[in-house]
């Protein structure tokens, strides 16, 4: 779940989360320095995420992985 959002954040801006493992996966993307956005928590404990772009490190993260899908042998 942590990559694809990383990816849909590079693609879509702003991103907004409102399932619990997409708010989950943004807290570590956002924890680790991979994604800009917010947390909030609304009445009643209704949480949701917006994320705003990918930091530098978030851009670096995803163009690495591209380049190994890339290297990885394809099955024939």
Same mark, same amino acid.
């Given at each position: ?15 907004? &989360? ?10 570590? %993307?956002?924890? $680790? +320095?991979?994604?800009?956005?917010? *947390? @909030?928590? &609304? ?10 772009? %990918?930091?530098? $490190? +978030?851009?670096?993260?995803?163009? *690495? @992985? ?5 290297r990885l042998?394809?099955?024939?």
């Amino acid at each position: 779940m942590k990559y694809r959002l990383l990816e849909a954040a590079a693609d879509a801006q702003p991103l907004h &989360l409102h399932l619990p493992e997409e708010i989950c996966a943004f807290e570590n %993307l956002h924890r $680790d +320095g991979l994604v800009a956005g917010t *947390l @909030r928590t &609304l009445e009643g404990a209704v949480r949701n995420a917006v994320i705003y772009g %990918l930091t530098p $490190d +978030g851009h670096a993260l995803l163009a *690495l @992985r591209k380049c190994r899908r890339e290297r990885l042998p394809r099955a024939h």
